[in-house]
Every structure is written in C-alpha cells, then in structure tokens.
C-alpha cells in the first residue's frame, strides 16, 4: 500500500510539472498576441486562438482526473449509485472521445434497453471516456477503428472493447484484468499522465463493482470486458 502511495503521488508531482510548464507556455503565447510587437493577420490569430483554447481544455480535463485521484486516495470520493442508462452514459463518453481524436473511428453497437445499470452517472461516464481515449492512444495504430459492443447477460450488463488492442493498449488490458490495482505494475513505458487516468479509470469502475476481464488470449490481441450491475428489483 505504501508503495501505491508513493507510485501516486510521484505521478502527481510529475503531472503537475509538466502542467506548470504547460500554463507558462500558454501565459507566454498568450503575452505574445497582446503585445503588438508581432504583426498576426486574421487567419494566423485565429489558427493561434484555437491552439490555445485546445490546450486550456487539455490542461482542465487533466486537472479534473488529478482532483477526482486525491479524492480517492483521501478516502472522500463520494460514489452515487443509481439506476441510469448504460446506453446514454456510454454515447455520451464515446462522442466526447470522438471529438477529441477525431482521427479514429469509434462504433458503438448497442442493444435496445431493457434493463437500467446501477452506476453513478457523472463518475462512470468519466470512466468510460478515460479508457476509450487511453485504449485508442496506447494502440500500434491509434488510427485503427475501436469497437464498442454492448450485451445483455445474466446478471448485467457486459461493454466489450475491441480493436487491435496490442501493444501498450494489451498490457494495460492484462494490468486491468490481472494486476489491478497495484501501480507499481502499470506499463513502466506508460506516461504519467496515461498512468493516471488508466488507474482513475479503474477505481471509479471498482466503486462502482464493475468488473473487468479479458475476453480471449492477450496473445491474440484480447477484448476487454466490463461487466455492469443491473438496477436491483424493487
């Protein structure tokens, strides 16, 4: 557990580095274009503006996943379960990754809904979209189209991630399902800020007693599996 500890805050410490140095550099282009010494026509400020506003999103969501991390290790992260709809948390979470990388193709195949998932709304959708976006960048080929299928089992439901999952995107799968959630054993080749969202990732999915295998061998480039509670019958 210590060792945990330290893991994490040595990924905070260093995120937060890089984040300093991230808002120096927005602080600075940002002087830039106030100052008048350089002449920027309109197409060239715009194509700035937009960079900028990029980044500023990038730094936010990064900060958000950092608050929700220390509210978990802190023991203060409250988790509400309710019953919600599996398919509109799951739209909503691939859109936002879509647009993000609008490069890849992300399908997502699911079934009418019969039945509602017992989950917290806000966290499991921060979950999904930390995951699919971690997925898709750790692949060979970040470009190669993921596949997202849901099915109804016995007891829940079942979101199934396919798409050449190989590379760092197959260990991060094996530590999901085989070495979770111990962070000294996240992919050593792993960057900080991926570390943190595959393990913010996977304690919102454990609060939530969502649980994760691996459907195939890794060899052969396995699916990952989550397997979500239904509601409860009255």
Known sequence: MKNDELVMWNLVSDISQGLQISFASIK????????GDIFWDQATQHEFM????????????LTAVMTVAMRF??????INREPNSLQEIL?????YVQKRLPDTTITLTLPVETRLALVDYEY???ALRLLIEVLITARVNA??????????????W???FDGRLSGLAGDIVNWFCHAAPECSLLPVNMRAEAKLKVLTAYQLLALQAIEVAANGAMEDNAALVLCVPFETEA
């Open 158 to 160: 079942q979101i199934i």
């Open 50 to 61: 937009l960079t900028i506003d990029k980044s500023v999103d990038e730094l936010s969501s």
């Open 28 to 35: 600075a282009a940002i002087s830039s274009l106030l100052g």
């Open 73 to 78: 290790e802190s023991q203060t992260l409250a």
């Open 91 to 95: 739209s909503q979470a691939r859109d």
């Open 124 to 126: 499991l959708r921060l």
């Open 143 to 156: 470009l190669e189209p993921l596949s997202i299928r849901v099915l109804e089992g016995g007891d829940g």
